[in-house]
């Protein structure tokens, strides 16, 4: 495992999982909100393309995403692993729900100087709606990407349940 992803939809926990991955197996962690979010207002990199590129032809490293569509194949066609948090609408939306409130009460600077608003809840954007409405098409575009043929070189772990995981990075 030297190029791995850490997918599933948002609130299943990639970025705690990649981090704990990346310190375990001193692999270098890049948070792809990170790269994507580059500015106030939540602008989008307009580099992406080429910080990707970039980061995706190192030897080593972990991110914590499917990846956006303009950068997706360029992560799986370089991955060698597949981490996925297949985790249950019941599961995920506690964690955002909890997350989302908290980052707003305590106006945590997120990606690019950004943070998650009062005002922002009532987007169809935001993480806990994004969560809810994308959980199934996020869950069949991974099951398919999995099934692909171009990437079954991966090696995939799909993980049901937390505890599953849990019991698999302590045994790393």
């Known amino acids: 495992m030297k190029r791995i992803l850490v997918v599933g939809v948002t609130g299943a926990g990639k970025s705690t999982l990649a981090r704990t ?69 019941h599961v995920v939306m506690p964690r955002v729900l909890r997350r989302s409130l908290r980052r707003t009460v305590t106006r945590e600077v997120l990606f690019g100087g950004n943070s998650e608003t009062w005002a922002g809840w009532l987007s169809g954007e935001h993480p806990a709606r994004w ?3 994308q959980h199934a098409n996020r869950r069949r575009e991974i099951e398919h990407r999995t099934r692909d043929p171009r990437f079954a070189p991966l090696s995939t ?10 019991n698999w990075v302590a045994g790393l």
Not at 23 to 47: C, I, K
Not at 49 to 56: C, I, N, Y
Not at 160 to 166: F, I, K, L
């Open 157 to 166: 772990l799909r993980f049901s349940r937390p505890e599953d995981t849990a």
């Open 21 to 89: 991955v990346g310190e375990r197996l001193d692999v270098p962690y890049h948070e792809m909100d990170a790269l994507y979010f580059t500015g106030p207002d939540w602008t989008v990199n307009d580099r992406l393309t080429e910080s990707v590129s970039r980061l995706a032809a190192e030897p080593r490293w972990i991110v914590d995403s499917l990846g956006c569509p303009e950068v997706r194949d360029l992560l799986w066609d370089q991955a060698d692993t597949v981490l996925w948090l297949d985790y249950a609408r």
């Open 131 to 133: 969560a809810w409405s």
